[in-house]
C-alpha cells in the first residue's frame, strides 16, 4: 500500500502542476500573445474555472466508475490539452486550453479519494497527507521548473515537457493501478450530482472546512500570482528560475505540513486548524518586508505554505472520515471552494498590485487569512457551547454507512 501511495503522491504532484506552471511564466505570455498586464491573471482564473467544473461533473464519477480508466483516461486527455496550449497562435486559444487543461486535472482529486478509500481507518489521514505532500510539491516545485525550461526554450517549451511526461505517467498507472476494484457507490450520476452540494449545505463541518479551504488558497493564490511581477521588475529583475526558486523554498514549509493528517487521526485536527491559521495570518508581516528584505519574504513563504497545507491536510482527513462511502465526492465538492478562492485570490492579486503595488497585494491576503481565522474561532465557539464537542467535527465519531 505504501508503494501505491507514493505512486500517487508523484501522479497528482505531476497533475496538479499542469495548473500552476502559468504563474512565473505570466509576463512572458502576456509579451508573446499580446495580453494586457491587468487581465494575465485570467490564464489562471479560466484554469481555476475549468478546475471548478471538473470537480463538480468529472470527480463525482469517481464513486461510480471504474477509477482505474477514470485516472488513466484523464492524463491522456490532459497530454492533448497541453499540446495544444503549447503549440497556441492565439490568446484566446490559450484560455480556451488553459480552461481544459483545469477541467482535467481533477484526477488529483480522483487519487485522494482512491489513496483514502484504500487506507486503513486509523491510516487514512496519513496516506491523505502522503498524496497531498506529493501534490505540494508540484504546485511549488511546478514554479521553479516551469522557469527553467522556460528560460532555456521559452514558455511554450514548459507545456510541451508536460505533455511528454504526463503520458509517460498514463501508462504508468495504467499498468500499476489496481483492477477490477468495484465501485464506492451504485447511484446514478444525477443523483451523485445532486448529493455532494446536498452534503456540504446539511453538514455544517463540510461548509465550514469548505469555507477555510477557500479563503486560505484565496491567500494563497493572491501570493503565488503577484510575486513574479514584483521579482520580474528592478531592482530585481530576476530570471523565470530565480523565480521558482521561491516555490522551492515552500516546499520546506509545506512538507512539514504533511504530519497534520496524523495529528487529524489522532483527533487533534481543531487544535492543528487554529494554529495553522494564526501562522497564516502572521505570514504577512514577514511577505509585505519586499523589496526591504528578501529573508524575510524567504520566512514569510515558508510560514504560509506550513499554514496553507496543515488545514488543507487537516480539512480532507475530517470530510473524509464522515462520509467514507462518497469519498469522491466529498474530496470533490470541498476543491469546488478550493478553485474558487484560487480564482478569487489570482485575478485580485493582479488587480490589486496594478492599483496599489505590493503592499496592497499584501494586505488582501491578510484580509483573506484573518477572515478565514474569524469564522474558524466563530464556528469552534458555537460548537463549544452547544454542547456537541469534537464529534461534531468529525474528529471521534464520523459518520458511515450510505449518504
Same mark, same amino acid.
Given at each position: 500500500?505504501?508503494?501505491?501511495?507514493?505512486?500517487?503522491?508523484?501522479?497528482?504532484?505531476?497533475?496538479?502542476?499542469?495548473?500552476?506552471?502559468?504563474?512565473?511564466?505570466?509576463?512572458?505570455?502576456?509579451?508573446?500573445?499580446?495580453?494586457?498586464?491587468?487581465?494575465?491573471?485570467?490564464?489562471?482564473?479560466?484554469?481555476?474555472?475549468?478546475?471548478?467544473?471538473?470537480?463538480?461533473?468529472?470527480?463525482?464519477?469517481?464513486?461510480?466508475?471504474?477509477?482505474?480508466? $477514470?485516472?488513466?483516461?484523464?492524463?491522456?486527455?490532459?497530454?492533448? @490539452?497541453?499540446?495544444?496550449?503549447?503549440?497556441?497562435?492565439?490568446?484566446?486559444?490559450?484560455?480556451?486550453?488553459?480552461?481544459?487543461?483545469?477541467?482535467?486535472?481533477?484526477?488529483?482529486? #480522483?487519487?485522494?479519494?482512491?489513496?483514502?478509500?484504500?487506507?486503513?481507518?486509523?491510516?487514512?489521514?496519513?496516506?491523505?497527507?502522503? #498524496?497531498?505532500?506529493?501534490?505540494?510539491?508540484?504546485?511549488?516545485?511546478?514554479?521553479?521548473?516551469?522557469?527553467?525550461?522556460?528560460?532555456?526554450?521559452?514558455?511554450? @517549451?514548459?507545456?510541451?515537457?508536460?505533455?511528454?511526461?504526463?503520458?509517460?505517467?498514463?501508462?504508468?498507472?495504467?499498468? /500499476?493501478?489496481?483492477?477490477?476494484?468495484?465501485?464506492?457507490?451504485? *447511484?446514478?450520476?444525477?443523483?451523485?450530482?445532486?448529493?455532494?452540494?446536498?452534503?456540504?449545505?446539511?453538514?455544517?463541518?463540510?461548509?465550514?472546512?469548505? $469555507?477555510?479551504?477557500?479563503?486560505?488558497?484565496?491567500?494563497?493564490?493572491?501570493?503565488?500570482?503577484?510575486?513574479?511581477?514584483?521579482?520580474?521588475?528592478?531592482?530585481? %529583475?530576476?530570471?523565470?528560475?530565480?523565480?521558482?526558486?521561491?516555490?522551492?523554498?515552500?516546499?520546506?514549509?509545506?512538507?512539514?505540513?504533511?504530519?497534520?493528517?496524523?495529528?487529524?487521526?489522532?483527533?487533534?485536527?481543531?487544535?492543528?486548524?487554529?494554529? %495553522?491559521?494564526?501562522?497564516?495570518?502572521?505570514?504577512?508581516?514577514?511577505?509585505?518586508?519586499?523589496?526591504?528584505?528578501?529573508?524575510?519574504?524567504?520566512?514569510? #513563504?515558508?510560514?504560509?505554505?506550513?499554514?496553507?497545507?496543515?488545514?488543507? #491536510?487537516?480539512?480532507? %482527513?475530517?470530510?473524509?472520515?464522515?462520509?467514507?462511502?462518497?469519498?469522491?465526492?466529498?474530496?470533490?465538492?470541498?476543491?469546488?471552494?478550493?478553485?474558487?478562492?484560487?480564482?478569487?485570490? @489570482?485575478?485580485?492579486?493582479?488587480?490589486?498590485?496594478?492599483?496599489?503595488?505590493?503592499?496592497?497585494?499584501?494586505?488582501?491576503?491578510?484580509?483573506?487569512?484573518?477572515?478565514?481565522?474569524?469564522?474558524?474561532?466563530?464556528?469552534?465557539?458555537?460548537?463549544?457551547?452547544?454542547?456537541?464537542?469534537?464529534?461534531?467535527?468529525?474528529?471521534? *465519531?464520523?459518520?458511515?454507512?450510505? /449518504?
Amino acid at each position: 500500500m505504501r508503494a501505491t501511495t507514493l505512486l500517487f503522491a508523484v501522479a497528482a504532484g505531476l497533475s496538479v502542476a499542469n495548473i500552476y506552471y502559468a504563474q512565473p511564466l505570466l509576463d512572458a505570455m502576456a509579451q508573446d500573445l499580446g495580453i494586457a498586464p491587468a487581465a494575465t491573471g485570467l490564464v489562471v482564473t479560466l484554469t481555476q474555472v475549468g478546475y471548478a467544473l471538473g470537480l463538480v461533473f468529472i470527480v463525482p464519477l469517481g464513486d461510480l466508475v471504474d477509477r482505474r480508466r $477514470l485516472i488513466v483516461g484523464q492524463a491522456s486527455l490532459s497530454a492533448l @490539452a497541453l499540446i495544444l496550449v503549447a503549440t497556441a497562435a492565439t490568446a484566446s486559444i490559450v484560455f480556451a486550453g488553459m480552461a481544459v487543461i483545469g477541467l482535467l486535472a481533477v484526477v488529483v482529486q #480522483v487519487l485522494v479519494a482512491f489513496a483514502a478509500t484504500l487506507a486503513t481507518p486509523s491510516g487514512r489521514g496519513k496516506a491523505v497527507g502522503t #498524496v497531498t505532500s506529493g501534490v505540494v510539491i508540484g504546485i511549488l516545485g511546478a514554479r521553479f521548473a516551469a522557469g527553467v525550461l522556460a528560460d532555456l526554450g521559452g514558455w511554450r @517549451a514548459v507545456y510541451l515537457t508536460s505533455a511528454v511526461l504526463t503520458l509517460c505517467m498514463a501508462g504508468l498507472l495504467l499498468r /500499476v493501478l489496481p483492477r477490477g476494484l468495484p465501485p464506492a457507490s451504485r *447511484e446514478s450520476y444525477g443523483i451523485a450530482l445532486r448529493s455532494s452540494p446536498t452534503l456540504f449545505l446539511r453538514d455544517r463541518v463540510l461548509l465550514v472546512r469548505g $469555507l477555510l479551504a477557500l479563503l486560505i488558497f484565496a491567500a494563497f493564490s493572491t501570493f503565488w500570482t503577484a510575486l513574479v511581477l514584483p521579482l520580474s521588475q528592478e531592482p530585481f %529583475s530576476y530570471s523565470h528560475a530565480q523565480i521558482g526558486l521561491f516555490g522551492l523554498v515552500g516546499i520546506a514549509g509545506a512538507l512539514a505540513a504533511s504530519g497534520a493528517g496524523r495529528l487529524a487521526d489522532r483527533g487533534l485536527g481543531q487544535w492543528t486548524t487554529g494554529l %495553522s491559521l494564526t501562522l497564516l495570518a502572521a505570514s504577512w508581516g514577514l511577505i509585505a518586508f519586499l523589496p526591504r528584505s528578501v529573508p524575510f519574504l524567504l520566512a514569510g #513563504v515558508i510560514l504560509l505554505d506550513l499554514a496553507v497545507q496543515a488545514v488543507h #491536510v487537516t480539512n480532507q %482527513s475530517i470530510i473524509l472520515a464522515r462520509y467514507p462511502n462518497a469519498s469522491s465526492r466529498l474530496v470533490g465538492g470541498y476543491m469546488v471552494f478550493y478553485s474558487v478562492g484560487s480564482a478569487i485570490g @489570482a485575478i485580485g492579486a493582479t488587480m490589486t498590485y496594478d492599483q496599489a503595488g505590493w503592499n496592497g497585494v499584501c494586505g488582501l491576503g491578510a484580509v483573506f487569512s484573518a477572515v478565514a481565522l474569524f469564522i474558524w474561532v466563530l464556528n469552534r465557539s458555537s460548537q463549544e457551547q452547544s454542547g456537541l464537542g469534537k464529534s461534531a467535527w468529525g474528529q471521534t *465519531e464520523p459518520y458511515g454507512g450510505n /449518504v
